[in-house]
């Protein structure tokens, strides 16, 4: 096999890995009632990564699409499957939610809003499906039956007091402060 | 903790105007006020930051650092943020509005993770905001909630030994960042929230 050839076959099979291994972390995540994330296709094609899903409440249809060969953190590859999992789930999926009340900016909420190394807003999105059903059925991705029903050794989350911020030019009370000091 | 670097100078801009403008507009009430402890070596940078490869750019500087109720202890590294990737301060200041470093200092020092895997630690913390006066002649002060709260979500890579980070120390902070849904948190469009101004200007209470 030409050196070339070896290259992108290792970058396919990488990315296929990070869409396998996501998708298994959108499910434990989704079982453990974290952030849910409805994922409805899923495909790769060479390095680069697609991912078609709901985040309720918002009704909006999301696309992620990714070339896996570079970090989403720093300018270079991933240094694990395991942190370019982990890391797709929480930038990508979990800090790019939006609230149930925002609008679908072109006002069609049939039309994929992809996001990622190609977005909506900066391009036409050329090759993208704008559409669910534009997908070929072979990219559904149907939720494993066991995943979400089998009962994981989950702990109650820590209680945490609400931190309280008042305005400094107001009178503030003695325990007032300033982390640090 | 290492020596902070002085701000670097900033680059060309790929973002384009509008958004930048928008960032202008909802960190325009920042300057002067905050927390009682001004973060003087910690200065607000012109918008937007070089990222890498440019060698001479402060990524692994530590701009804060913090024990959180567990004892896990968490760096803030200025990073970098190019308008589409990158972690820790830079990102935090410049897509998400959080402007002074103290909010990560009193968040961090006042919980606990709600996850904790691989080294990487998650955190989810509420801020209620609280108007304070004086009363009975100054006798003493009274505070209550305005009602207006909001939920902040932080990311951290507490990992050690790794070969990205020249230090051998932890990246630390990776993203900080306002839940959509919460009081004056703006969606300045899909997939990007910034914090309302108050958050960095006021002062923790309890």
């Given at each position: 096999m030409r050196p070339s050839t070896e290259v992108e076959s290792r970058s396919s099979a990488f990315a296929a890995d990070v869409l396998r291994n996501l998708l298994?972390?959108?499910?434990?995540?989704?079982?453990?009632?974290?952030?849910?994330?409805l994922v409805s296709h899923g495909w790769t094609n060479g390095p680069v990564m697609y991912l078609v899903y709901k985040a309720p409440p918002s009704a909006i249809t999301w696309g992620l699409v990714r070339d896996t060969r570079e970090s989403i953190i720093d300018p270079a590859p991933w240094p694990s499957l395991e942190v370019a999992v982990r890391y797709y789930y929480l930038l990508d999926l979990c800090e790019n939610r939006v609230s149930a009340s925002f609008p679908h900016p072109g006002n069609d909420p049939d039309v994929i809003l992809w996001h990622g190394d190609q977005s909506y807003?900066?391009?036409?999105?050329?090759?993208?499906?704008?559409?669910?059903?534009?997908?070929?059925?072979?990219?559904?991705?149907?939720?494993?039956?066991?995943?979400?029903?089998?009962?994981?050794?989950?702990?109650?989350?820590?209680?945490?007091?609400?931190?309280?911020?008042?305005?400094?030019?107001?009178?503030?009370?003695?325990?007032?402060?300033?982390?640090?000091? | 903790m290492r020596t902070r670097s002085p701000p670097a100078r900033p680059h060309s801009a790929p973002l384009t105007r509008d958004i930048a403008a928008k960032i202008t507009a909802a960190t325009?009430?920042?300057?002067?006020?905050?927390?009682?402890?001004?973060?003087?070596?910690?200065?607000?940078?012109?918008?937007?930051?070089?990222p890498p490869?440019?060698?001479?750019?402060?990524?692994?500087?530590?701009?804060?650092?913090?024990?959180?109720?567990?004892?896990?202890?968490?760096?803030?590294?200025?990073?970098y943020y190019d308008g589409k990737r990158g972690f820790g301060w830079d990102k935090i200041f410049h897509k998400h509005?959080?402007?002074?470093?103290?909010?990560?200092?009193?968040?961090?020092?006042?919980?606990?993770?709600?996850?904790?895997?691989?080294?990487?630690?998650?955190?989810?913390v509420v801020i209620n905001r609280a108007h304070c006066s004086s009363q009975l002649g100054g006798l003493y002060t009274s505070c209550d909630d305005t009602g207006e709260s909001l939920e902040?979500?932080?990311?951290?890579?507490?990992?050690?030994?790794?070969?990205?980070?020249?230090?051998?120390?932890?990246?630390?902070?990776?993203?900080?960042?306002?839940?959509?849904?919460?009081?004056?948190?703006?969606?300045?469009?899909?997939?990007?929230?910034?914090?309302?101004?108050?958050?960095?200007?006021n002062a923790p209470i309890n």
């Amino acid at each position: 096999m030409r050196p070339s050839t070896e290259v992108e076959s290792r970058s396919s099979a990488f990315a296929a890995d990070v869409l396998r291994n996501l998708l298994i972390y959108i499910n434990q995540e989704n079982a453990e009632g974290t952030d849910t994330f409805l994922v409805s296709h899923g495909w790769t094609n060479g390095p680069v990564m697609y991912l078609v899903y709901k985040a309720p409440p918002s009704a909006i249809t999301w696309g992620l699409v990714r070339d896996t060969r570079e970090s989403i953190i720093d300018p270079a590859p991933w240094p694990s499957l395991e942190v370019a999992v982990r890391y797709y789930y929480l930038l990508d999926l979990c800090e790019n939610r939006v609230s149930a009340s925002f609008p679908h900016p072109g006002n069609d909420p049939d039309v994929i809003l992809w996001h990622g190394d190609q977005s909506y807003n900066d391009d036409p999105c050329e090759g993208l499906p704008q559409h669910s059903a534009d997908i070929p059925d072979q990219y559904l991705y149907t939720h494993p039956p066991t995943s979400t029903q089998k009962a994981l050794p989950t702990k109650s989350p820590p209680i945490i007091e609400p931190r309280r911020y008042a305005d400094p030019n107001e009178p503030l009370p003695p325990e007032a402060h300033s982390p640090g000091r | 903790m290492r020596t902070r670097s002085p701000p670097a100078r900033p680059h060309s801009a790929p973002l384009t105007r509008d958004i930048a403008a928008k960032i202008t507009a909802a960190t325009a009430e920042l300057n002067g006020r905050g927390f009682s402890e001004s973060p003087e070596t910690v200065q607000a940078l012109d918008f937007p930051l070089a990222p890498p490869p440019d060698p001479s750019y402060p990524v692994d500087d530590v701009i804060a650092e913090a024990t959180d109720l567990d004892g896990n202890h968490v760096l803030l590294r200025r990073d970098y943020y190019d308008g589409k990737r990158g972690f820790g301060w830079d990102k935090i200041f410049h897509k998400h509005g959080i402007t002074n470093p103290n909010v990560f200092n009193d968040l961090i020092s006042h919980s606990r993770p709600i996850s904790s895997k691989h080294g990487e630690l998650i955190y989810r913390v509420v801020i209620n905001r609280a108007h304070c006066s004086s009363q009975l002649g100054g006798l003493y002060t009274s505070c209550d909630d305005t009602g207006e709260s909001l939920e902040m979500m932080i990311v951290v890579d507490t990992t050690q030994n790794r070969w990205d980070v020249p230090d051998g120390g932890q990246k630390g902070v990776i993203t900080m960042y306002p839940l959509p849904g919460g009081d004056g948190v703006v969606e300045v469009q899909p997939n990007w929230t910034m914090a309302p101004p108050w958050v960095s200007n006021n002062a923790p209470i309890n």
